[in-house]
C-alpha cells in the first residue's frame, strides 16, 4: 500500500498494522456498514507453486463455519489477481493480547480461570465444526477492556479427519509455536483436539506462573521440554491454589493426549465449576489495558491507536467501559489476526449463507367471518411462526418484537434488523379462506415470493390449515433445510385446536393460568409427542413459579422440558425456556452450558449474545451484561435491543452512550411509548429532571401504566412533593397491587410525611414478599439493599449494614446498587462508609438530587457531604 486511501473491494485501506506468519494486516474501514475492520493480505512474493494460496483460501473456509463471542469473526473474502494476493476482511478487535498482560507476570487466579474458560469455550466451539487450531499461545488471545477473550489466528487450523484430502502443510511438518505446541505437534504427528487442550494447558499454566512451562534457552531445550520434561509443579510456585486447579492444569499437559480430557467442552465446564467459588472470582478491572504495549518479534503488533470513528451511527464500539475508564483504553486496538467465523464459498449451494430474521405480522383479514375467520388468522400466525423457527439459519420474530413501530414492512424490516418480512393475507369465502403469503425483502419491499393455501374455516380443521401453510412455506425457503430432529405436528386435530384456543387467551392476557396448564395437561395426555404442548406447559409454569413461588411449578416446568427434550434435543425454542428456568432458579452453571449448546445449534444467531448478556445483568456483572449488549447491537440494532443496551449504559455511569442509543431507537422506532418511558427513566435516574417530569406527564395522560405513574411519583418524590408522590405511588399499586419498588416508595414517602407506622406496616410487606422470593430463587444484589433498607428502617440497622454490603461486594460498579447501599449505610448512622459510598454514586452518575432525600439526612452537617454534591453539580 503505497497510499492511504487504496481500496481492495469495497473497504479502504487506513494504514499497515504489521505483519506475521504469513500474512499482513491492514486498518480499513468499511463504507457499507460504517464500521472499522481490519484486513489480513496473504504475502504474494512468498507463495511457491499456489500452496500458500491455497491454504490461505482454504483458513477462510475452514474457519468461516465458525461463529462465537471468544473467536475473531470473518466479515469477507476479497479475492484479487495473483499479483494482489488475496484478503480477508474480519473483527477489528480492541484490548491487549493476553501475552502482554504476562509481561507483567502471573494474574490473578480468578481472571487466570475465567480467561481459559472463555478459550475452552471457543475451543469447543471449533472441534464440534472439526476444526483444531494447532497454534494456540498466549500472542494469539486478545482480552478486551472488558476481560473478554478473544482467539486469534487459526491460520494453521485444517479440518479434523483430513486423511481423505491433500494437506497443505505436508506430513511430519512442524507447525505451531515451540514452547506451546503439544509433544505430538513437535514430533510430526497428527494433532486433533487434544493437542488444542494441552495448548490450553500451556496458556493456563502460563496466566498462573507468569513463566511457560516448558520454555528453554534454545528452540531444542524447548522442543526436548515439550516432549520429555515436566513441568515445575504448579502448587510450589502458586501453593494458594486450589488443587482441583493444579490437578486440572496437570491433566491437560500430560504427554500422552488419551490421558488428557477428552473434550473441551468438559475443560470448560471444569472451570466454570472453579470460577464458581469465591476465591476464583475474575477481580474488578483486571484486564483494563495500560499505557505502552511491547510486541514479540515475528508477532502481530500491539497497536496503540484508536478505531477510526464511526461517523454518526447509533453503534460506536469504541467505548467499552465508563467514561472515566476511556483515558485508559481508547488508544489501544489490535488488528485480528485470525479468520473464524461467517460462510464462505456457498455461493453456488442452495442453502442459505447465514442467518435471516424474518418478521412475521399478524394476518391482514379480508372478508366476513367473524370468530372463525379470527381463530383462522391466529393459527395461520401461530403455524407460520413455528414453521420458520424450524428452518436452519432463520429467526422469526413475532409480532410483539415490533407492535409499537408505525408504518409498513421497510420501516419494520429496519426497526428490528430483519431481512424479509412474511406477510398472510387472509380472505374469507363463506365456510373457507384463502391464504395469501409474501417474502417481502425488508429493504426495498420487492416481493421474493408469494404463495396460495385454500382451507376450511372451520376451527375443527385448524391442523389441516397449519399443516398446508408449512408445507408452502418449506417450499418458499427451499434454501434453507429443517434444523435437525424438527417434530411435525403430531397432534389430535381437536387437540390441536384446542391449543391455539389456550395459547391465544395465554397470548391476550385473559383468565388464570392455573387452569390454563390443567388443560394443557388434558392435551398432552390425548397427544403425549406434541412438542408445542410442552413448550407453552413450560413457560407457564417458569409464570406461575415466579408469581407464587411454589416449587410444585418449578418441576411442572422441568417435566415438560424433559420430554420436550426428547422430541427435540437440538431445538433452540426448547433450549430458550431451559435456560431461562435455569436463571429463574439462580442455577448460573447450567444456563452457561445451556447459552453454550444454544450457540453450537444457532451459529451466527444473535440469541445466544442476547441470553449471555441478561445472564450477566442478573447475575448483577452489568459491565460484563454492557459488553455482550454492545455485541448484540453491532449485530442486530433493533429498537428493543438499544433500549436495553441503553437502561445498562445508563446505570453504569455512561450517560451519553445511553442517550445516544435511546436517539437510535426512536428514529428506528417513531413514537414508541417504550422508548420514551426509557428515556425518562434514564434522564430521571441520571440526567435533566425537568426533561423527565414532562416526557412522563405525557405518557400518564395517554394511558396510564404502573411504570410511569411509579416515576412521575419519583420525580415529585425528589422535589419534595410527597403527598403527590404519594398519590401517584398508590395509583401504581393499584394497577400493580404488591409490587416490591413501588411499595418500597410508597414507605418513602410515609415517612416523609410522618406517617411511620404506615411506613413499618409497608417495610415488613416488603421483607415478606423478600423472603417468599429467596425461597425459590436467589435475590439480585439490588433486592437484597431492598432487603436491607426495609431493616435499616425498623431498626435493625446492623443485619442491614452487614446485607448491604454484601451485595455491594457482589455488584461493586452497578450504580443503583451503590446508592442504596450508601441510603441504607445513612440511615444506620455509618457516616463514614456512607460518605465513600456517596462519592462512587456520584462517580458512577448518580446526581446530587438524589441525595437531597430524607434518608441523608444525617449527613447533611458534614463539610464533606456538601462538597462532594457542589463539585458534581459544577
Partial sequence: MTEPNDRIGAYRLVRRLGSGGMGEVFLAWDGRLERTVAAKRMRPDRDRGGARRERFRREARAAARLNHPNVVQIFDLVESGDEAGDWIVMEYVQGRSLADLLRNGPLPPGAAVDLARQVAEGLAAAHAQGLVHRDLKAENVMVTSAGQ???????????????????????????????????????????????????????????????????????????????????????????????????????????????????????????????????????????????????????????????????????DSRRWTRPRRLAWIAAFAVAALAVLLGVIGTRHSRKAAGPLRVAVPPPARLGNGGEAIDFAAFGIQNIVLRTLSSLDGVTAIDPSQFREVQGGNREIARAISAGEVLATTLEGKGKKAEISLRRIRGSDEEILWQGRVEESLDPRDALMLARDVSAVLREAFEGRVPRKGSPGLEVRAADYAEFLRIKRRVEAGRGAWAPELERLNAILSGSPRFLDAYIQAASLAIYLYEDSKNPAYLERARSSLRRARLLAPELPDVLSIEIRLAVTEGDWVSAEQ?????????????????????????????????????????????????????????????????????????????????????????????????RAEKIYRGLVNASPQRSDLTNLGLIHFLLGRYEDAAADYRRALQIDPGHITVTLDLADAELALGHRREAAELHRQILAALEAKERGAALLPIEQTFRAQCLAYLGESRKAVDIALGALQGSPEDADVVYQSALVLAVSGERASALSLVRKALSLGYQPRWFGVPAFDSLRSDPAFREMLAARRS
Avoid at 182 to 188: C, I, K, R
Avoid at 609 to 622: K, P
Avoid at 623 to 646: F, G, H, I, K, Y
Avoid at 679 to 686: D, I, K, S, T
Fill in 149 to 315: 477473550a478473544k482467539i486469534l489466528d487459526f491460520g494453521l487450523a485444517r479440518p479434523l479427519e483430513s486423511g481423505t484430502g491433500e494437506t497443505l502443510t505436508g506430513d511430519g511438518m512442524v507447525m505451531g509455536t515451540w514452547r506451546s505446541m503439544s509433544p505430538e505437534q513437535a514430533a510430526g504427528d497428527t494433532a486433533d483436539a487434544r493437542s488444542d487442550l494441552f495448548s490450553l494447558g500451556v496458556l493456563l499454566y502460563e496466566t498462573l506462573a507468569g513463566r511457560s512451562p516448558f520454555l528453554g534457552k534454545t528452540p531444542i531445550e524447548t522442543l526436548r521440554n515439550v516432549t520429555g520434561a515436566p513441568p515445575e509443579p504448579l502448587d510450589g510456585l502458586r501453593p494458594e491454589l486450589p488443587p482441583e486447579l493444579i490437578a486440572l492444569v496437570a491433566s491437560l499437559l500430560e504427554k500422552d493426549p488419551g490421558r488428557r480430557p477428552a473434550t473441551a467442552e468438559q475443560v470448560a465446564r471444569d472451570l466454570r465449576a472453579l470460577a464458581a467459588r469465591p476465591e476464583l472470582s475474575p477481580p474488578s478491572g483486571w484486564a483494563l489495558p495500560a499505557a505502552g504495549s511491547a510486541t514479540a518479534e515475528g508477532e502481530m503488533p500491539t497497536v496503540i491507536e484508536g478505531p477510526i470513528g464511526m461517523r454518526g451511527s447509533f453503534i
Fill in 594 to 690: 445451556l447459552i453454550a449448546e444454544l450457540e453450537r445449534l444457532v451459529p451466527g444467531d444473535p440469541r445466544p449474545l442476547v441470553q449471555r448478556a441478561s445472564l450477566a445483568y442478573q447475575r448483577g456483572r452489568l459491565d460484563e451484561a454492557v459488553s455482550w449488549m454492545r455485541q448484540v447491537v453491532q449485530r442486530v440494532p433493533t429498537w428493543r435491543n438499544l433500549v436495553t443496551l441503553s437502561g445498562w449504559e445508563a446505570r453504569t455511569g455512561q450517560l451519553a452512550e445511553a442517550r445516544r442509543h435511546l436517539a437510535g431507537a426512536l428514529l428506528l422506532a417513531p413514537g414508541n411509548t417504550w422508548v420514551l418511558a426509557k428515556m425518562g427513566e434514564v434522564e430521571l435516574a441520571y440526567g435533566d429532571l425537568s
